[in-house]
Every structure is written in structure tokens, then in C-alpha cells.
């Protein structure tokens, strides 16, 4: 009795860019069955898009969860960062070794990545893309379509299961050749190239750094809060402040039961969160860590609690008011389970400038944080948790 047919040939990367739907769709072209694994990590993904592709492009898909297995690599990438946050290479080979995990569940044989030769300066070298493929254990398992001329043969192309003349030898940063085959494939819709990624931005670098110095475990959320409203931190201390009321809204959305919710008692003004965490290790905030329930964060002293109330009540024109005129405010402070919160107050004199000197994440700091990283020998941080799919 002959086996049954394999559900799918082969698995792909799916970012959602032109090229990881273009290497879907040359070898669909041949007639192969291909699954597209789009993952999900606190730093980018679409999960969203699966029926789109779908629709559009004809291109079936899976959301793939890999957030505490990427935040645990984040920590120290083995491969070092590129001209941000970004760990490219260790980024990839952690998807790759995950999807040939899968391999078995869907019957498929080989894995497919969209990856052009030479059109990224750290990942798309061709030394770095044989190093990934390596460090994976993907060697004799992984095809490159778009590329596959520019590189050796494969597996799959020697056994005839891919027809190699079939497929495109793209090279280099340029587009064209990419958009030529989007339109051969009747391509309505033209996908941006696949970025997206928060950790390759300047900005959200900045404010992911203090995360990653200061927090012992941070999680998906703990980078969902850095996009908040203002943020600020005065040494391991971090407080996100409301610029507007969606940002208030928002805020208070994002509160967990160890947080610390700050407003103005009298007067208008924004919504201020102080989040308590773990500290990593090497980090000290003058205080006795004490546990809270469920957490074992560190808990602000008092002083550390009026000096964020003085700093984000700031923040209001009354407030400001009344500090020129000499009046001191009251600031409401909330703690504990949304409902089943304490409620206390705090009597500060608004002020931008405070002992502990709030100040803003800066990408200056970022550069300097990469330079101590390199002069440390790092060693690869393995994922505590296995990914789970979405969908």
C-alpha cells in the first residue's frame, strides 16, 4: 500500500515582503505544495495578514509564536547586532531551527527562505548566509530559490524534486528583477520589502535598551509599554507618561498588578505608569528587593514614589501653575489589582528637574551598550520555551 501523499513539499519563511511571497510562489509554480510559517515575536510580525495572503496571493500560512524563545536570544545574540538592536543572524537561524522542527507535522521535506545574495550588508552576505544555514542544522535541508543560481545546488534540486533551471539567480540590493516577477506572477498588489522589524529602528532601540540593562526577565508587554506615551527612566526606575488620553487609556490598559498608576487628584493631567520589575543582575536600585504577589518585583521606596509624582504632575499647565505660585499638588497613587487597588496620595510640588533626574532614552547610550557587548565574549542564550503556533 503505497503512503499516503505529504500534506506540503516544503515550509517557508514568511515575513510578508516581495521576496518571501516570490520564493513561495516559483516553486508553487513547479507545482510544489508550499506552507508559509510567518513569525510572531514582540518585535515584528503580521499575524493579521494570513487571510491576505491567502487571498491575494494564493498563499496558505501558519502564525508562528516565538516571543520568549526571541526575547531570550535578544539578551545575547551570539551573532551580535547589526547598526541597531537588530540580531539578524541569530534572528534567522532561530526561525530556521524551529521551522525544520516541523518538517515532520506537515510531511514536508526541505525549508524555503527568500533571502537574495548581497542584499543586506549583514545577513545576506553570502559567507553569513552559509554560516546561518550551518548554525541551523539546515545545511542539506534549506533552498534559497530567489537566489539558487548564485549558489550551489541543493538537495532538492540534485533529486529533481525542484527544477533548478527554473529558478531565478537574483543578486544584489536592487528591486527590479523582483518587481519583473511579481508582475509575471500577476501580482495586484505590491509588498513593501520585508522590514518591519522595531529592533533595525533608531528610536525604538533607544527605548528598548533601558529594558534590556535593567530588567532580570523582560517580557513581550515590558516592550509593548516602552511605545506609550513619554518615556523616562532615572537609573533602574521607569515611568511611561500619557501625552494624550489614548495614551491615558492605553496606560491603564497596560497595567499589571505590581504597577504603580499616578494622576493628578484636583487638576487635569496625564495618566503616569511606574513599572516595578526584577532587576538583572549588576543592577541596583538602593533598595531591598520585597516581594509582591505573583511578581517579586522591587517595590519604589517613598522618596522614589513623590519624586515620579513631582516629575509626571510636570506634565500638567495646572500644575506647573501652582508650583510657580508656590502651591504643592495632590497626586493620586494606585497599586494592586484593578478591582481591588489601594488608593493613597501624595502631596509633591510639580517639577521637571528632580533628584533623580528623569531623563529620556537616548540612542547615544545605544552605541556605547554595543561596544561593552562586543568586549564581552558572548555566549549563545538557548530558548527556555518552545515556540507554539498561533494558528
Not at 71 to 86: E, F, Q, S, T
Not at 197 to 207: D, I, K, M, P, V
Not at 274 to 282: L, V
Not at 330 to 338: A, F, Q, S, T
Amino acid at each position: 500500500m503505497n503512503a499516503p501523499a505529504p500534506k506540503y513539499h516544503a515550509l517557508a519563511l514568511l515575513s510578508g515582503g516581495l521576496d518571501s511571497l516570490l520564493a513561495i510562489k516559483v516553486l508553487q509554480e513547479q507545482g510544489l505544495r508550499v506552507l508559509g510559517l510567518h513569525y510572531v515575536s514582540p518585535f515584528f510580525g503580521k499575524p493579521h495578514l494570513i487571510s491576505h495572503w491567502r487571498e491575494v496571493y494564493g498563499i496558505e500560512a501558519v502564525n508562528v509564536d516565538i516571543r520568549r524563545p526571541y526575547l531570550d536570544m535578544l539578551v545575547r545574540p551570539a551573532h551580535g547586532y547589526g547598526k541597531h538592536m537588530n540580531p539578524c543572524v541569530d534572528c534567522k537561524i532561530l526561525m530556521l531551527t524551529h521551522a525544520k522542527t516541523l518538517l515532520p507535522k506537515y510531511g514536508a521535506s526541505f525549508l524555503v527562505s527568500g533571502e537574495v545574495l548581497g542584499q543586506r550588508p549583514m545577513s545576506q552576505r553570502a559567507d553569513t548566509l552559509n554560516l546561518i544555514r550551518k548554525d541551523a542544522g539546515v545545511k542539506e535541508l534549506l533552498l534559497r530559490p530567489l537566489s539558487a543560481q548564485k549558489l550551489g545546488p541543493t538537495p532538492m534540486e540534485e533529486s529533481g524534486l525542484v527544477d533548478r533551471s527554473r529558478l531565478p539567480g537574483f543578486w544584489g540590493r536592487g528591486r527590479k528583477d523582483q518587481l519583473a516577477l511579481a508582475e509575471h506572477f500577476g501580482f495586484t498588489i505590491i509588498p513593501t520589502p520585508a522590514g518591519g522589524c522595531n529592533l533595525a529602528e533608531a528610536e525604538a532601540s533607544a527605548r528598548y535598551l533601558p529594558i534590556l540593562k535593567h530588567l532580570a526577565e523582560p517580557a513581550s508587554r515590558d516592550f509593548s509599554l516602552s511605545h506609550l506615551g513619554r518615556q523616562y527612566w532615572a537609573g533602574p526606575y521607569w515611568l511611561s507618561i500619557g501625552r494624550n488620553q489614548h495614551d491615558n487609556t492605553a496606560l491603564e490598559n497596560a497595567r499589571r498588578e505590581s504597577d504603580i498608576l499616578l494622576r493628578l487628584r484636583d487638576l487635569p493631567g496625564p495618566m503616569a505608569l511606574g513599572r516595578q520589575f526584577e532587576p538583572a543582575a549588576g543592577t541596583h536600585s538602593g533598595q531591598s528587593p520585597q516581594a509582591w504577589p505573583g511578581e517579586s518585583p522591587q517595590l519604589w521606596s517613598d522618596d522614589v514614589l513623590a519624586d515620579a509624582a513631582a516629575f509626571a504632575a510636570s506634565y500638567s499647565p495646572k500644575g506647573r501653575a501652582e508650583a510657580e505660585a508656590g502651591r504643592p499638588v495632590v497626586v493620586m497613587v494606585r497599586r494592586g489589582k484593578p478591582k481591588a487597588e489601594v488608593v493613597t496620595e501624595v502631596l509633591v510640588t510639580p517639577a521637571r528637574v528632580t533628584p533623580l533626574a528623569w531623563t529620556e532614552p537616548k540612542t547615544a547610550a545605544l552605541a556605547a551598550w554595543k561596544k561593552r557587548f562586543r568586549a564581552d565574549a558572548p555566549e549563545r542564550c538557548p530558548a527556555k520555551d518552545s515556540p507554539e503556533e498561533l494558528g
